[in-house]
């Protein structure tokens, strides 16, 4: 595994499973010291952390203060105390990933608007606020820093009957383009991964029955779906110094789901 994030600190909303754990294990895999967020269960996020404090083992380097850190990033408050925590935790923040995200499954015309706000809240208006206390942040300090965004297919797929996600995802792309114009020369990196069908928690309606997996697998063009540690391998990219000239770019680790597959077969000439 590469040093690229060797004297690097992280936060990763979201870390308690799925892509947000993998994101921080391979951190601390590559070097970087991390806080993971959590909202919910603390026995996950207590596993997501002895994950991390593994990997930094296994790298055979010097034993990193990793800590855990609960915040529902979709307080506004909260969140800006989010990563005030993990400047005073660590003395500086070098990396924001917003991974943190939900999704509510319902009509269109009859979601209630209450649980529209409630995604938005969490998954754009969170990632926005996180990024505007970083963002204080790396002005405060030479060397500017980076914000990562979990974004999805979605950002350009519709998802009918998943509208605040469809919302949400696409406001994402606009954040990371808008933030990343505005701060690209003063040392800010602003970058999306947007997956597509991950084997994580939030898939767990069709992961495990193996029908409703072969025909979400039929729509990929790659026949297959996608392991976190994949998408986390791009998110440890983007961090990297290798990624050094990239910003206000969504990367799409989606297996071909982007590429409008019914259009393999030629139907419309």
């Known amino acids: 595994m590469p040093d690229r994030l060797l004297n690097t600190f ?3 909303t979201g870390a308690s499973s799925g892509i947000g754990r993998a994101v ?5 895999e590559e070097g970087a010291t991390v806080a993971l967020n959590y909202r919910g269960s603390r026995e996950n996020a207590e596993r997501s952390l002895r994950l991390v404090q593994d990997a930094s083992r296994r790298s055979e380097r010097r034993a990193a203060n990793h800590v855990i850190l609960q915040a529902n990033v979709g307080d506004e408050a909260e969140a800006v105390a989010l990563v005030d925590d993990v400047v005073r935790a660590f003395g500086r923040l070098d990396v924001l990933v917003n991974n943190a995200g939900i999704q509510v499954e ?19 208006l969170g990632a926005a606020v996180c990024s505007q206390a970083a963002i204080r942040h790396f002005l405060s300090r030479p060397g500017g820093g980076v914000i990562l965004n979990c974004s999805s ?10 509208l605040g996600y469809s919302l ?13 114009l505005e701060f690209a020369d003063r040392g800010i990196r602003v970058n999306a991964v ?30 297959r779906v996608g392991s976190p540690e994949e998408i986390a391998a791009v998110f440890a990219f983007l961090a990297s110094s290798e990624a050094s000239y990239i910003t206000g770019q969504t990367i799409y680790a989606c297996g071909g789901l982007t590429l409008y597959a019914d259009f393999k077969q030629n139907w419309s000439s």
Do not use: C, Q, Y
């Open 168 to 180: 949400s995802k696409g406001g994402l792309g606009n954040l990371t383009r808008t933030l990343a």
């Open 153 to 162: 297919v979605h950002e350009v797929v519709p998802k009918p009957g998943f």
């Open 194 to 223: 947007a997956p597509g069908a991950i084997e994580t928690p939030i898939n767990d309606a069709w992961i495990h029955d193996p029908a409703r997996r072969r025909a979400v697998e039929a729509h990929i063009p790659m026949g």
């Open 106 to 124: 319902s009509p269109s015309e009859s979601v209630p608007i209450a649980e529209l706000r409630r995604v938005l809240d969490v998954n754009l």
């Open 24 to 28: 921080a294990v391979r951190f601390a």
């Open 10 to 12: 992280a936060l990763v």
